[in-house]
């Protein structure tokens, strides 16, 4: 943890970090994961794989002529299903990571207000009745809207603290301001 990254301020914590697409990665997972649709759309995903792969068996073993073009155009179909849904996270990823990236360093700054990010060309101010839950884990705190149905969210990388007075301030900042799920 560097020094240099991190400042309190008398109003709040200020991180600054680099865009790392293992923090934006991260971010989005935790963010997939807290919504309902994501799990349905998983579970269909596999779902979808194993019925394709059921008529493949059928196309192959029922008790008349054997059709295996059939059968592997269903497990195409059901690899690419499944593939489609295991991809999206890294993909949703890369694309937040590409666009974070061009604004170059971030700075954070959180206090009782909220949260405020700002770039290159971005000024960006988000109250806590916004972002009213969040996730700890081993790398970040992931700022998660409250709808269940919902994309938003921010994050900010424990990486940019300068040691662990400054990480009990934030996550008290946070449990202040904001519930953990």
Known sequence: MNEATEHTTQDGLELVYPPVFADVSEAVRVRLRATRWWRVLRWAARGACALAFGVAALALFLPREPEPGKAVEM??????????????PWATARSVFLLARSQGEARAVVDEDGGRWITRDT???????????????????????????GTGFAY?????????????????????????V
């Open 156 to 180: 900010l990388p424990k990486s940019g603290l300068a040691g662990p007075a400054d990480l009990d301030r934030l996550r008290e900042i946070l449990d202040r301001n904001s519930s953990r």
């Open 123 to 149: 000024d960006v101010v988000v109250r806590w009745a916004m972002l009213p839950q969040y996730v700890e884990t081993p790398r970040l705190f992931v700022l998660l809207t409250a709808r269940r149905t």
């Open 75 to 88: 497990i195409l179909l059901g690899l690419v299903a499944l593939a489609a849904a295991e991809l999206a």
